[in-house]
């Protein structure tokens, strides 16, 4: 069985930039999360999607930060425009019962 | 806020058992206790979970205590492929916005020869 695929793995800008990553889940899953990890903390979670819809995105900053998932499978967040604190590892996970993990993507802001 | 308490680091010989606890005091009665691991530069990797009884699958076996305010997960026979840091996370049964995992910052494991 395919995991979860994140692209890109590694990801630099400058501040100001704009930057987009793309998920595509487990085939079936029909929730989708997005996890920020800034170094040495745990992850926490951004957004949640169940199929196309937004179940949580309490966690998001939505004056710089935009995610969707359009027909429910692949997802895609974008940040825009980025600062140097957004520099962490972009997690996307999706689940029936638990919860499967990408490698993410580690962006780094200078 | 994390709902759990662990040690920020533990060390462990190659070859004998890692006993890695926490502590989950006000964890309520539809809470499930979850263990999940992350490897240096890899996403979190599902462990085991438990509710009331003991739970054993091929990675490791999962204590809970009676009153169930503390766990311990057990890996039987450390390798140096088990150095990561393994995260506690208390979550309840249902799903929709319950379903979120929130991490910690759960207890760098290092195996040594």
């Known amino acids: 069985e395919a995991g979860v695929a994140q692209s890109p793995r590694y990801k630099i800008i400058e501040k100001r930039q704009s930057v987009a990553f793309w998920c595509n889940p487990i085939s079936g899953h029909a929730t989708l999360y997005w996890y920020q990890q800034i170094l040495g903390q745990g992850p926490k979670l951004l957004i949640q999607f169940q199929n196309n819809g937004v179940v949580d995105d309490s966690q998001l900053p939505k004056d710089r930060f935009s995610a969707e998932r359009l027909k429910g499978v692949d997802s895609t967040l974008k940040i825009q425009p980025a600062k140097l604190e957004d520099s962490a590892v972009y997690l996307c996970a999706s689940s029936q019962t638990k919860q499967y993990f990408g490698p993410g993507t580690r962006l780094t802001v200078t | 806020d994390a709902k759990t308490t662990q040690p920020p680091s533990m060390d462990c010989a190659e070859g004998r058992a890692a006993n890695l606890p926490c502590n989950h005091s006000?964890?309520?009665?539809?809470?499930?206790v979850y263990w999940y691991r992350q490897i240096h530069s890899q996403g979190p990797q599902y462990i085991i979970h438990?509710?009331?009884n003991n739970e054993t699958n091929e990675m490791a076996s999962l204590i809970i205590t009676e009153d169930r305010k503390s766990s311990t997960l057990i890996l039987p026979h450390a390798t140096l492929r088990d150095t990561a840091v393994y995260y506690c996370?208390?979550?309840?049964?249902?799903?929709?916005?319950?379903?979120?995992?929130?991490f910690g910052t759960g207890t760098r494991l290092q195996v040594t020869l």
């Open positions: 438990g509710l009331k």
């Open positions: 996370i208390v979550r309840p049964t249902n799903t929709g916005t319950a379903s979120k995992l929130t």
């Open positions: 006000t964890i309520s009665g539809n809470e499930y």
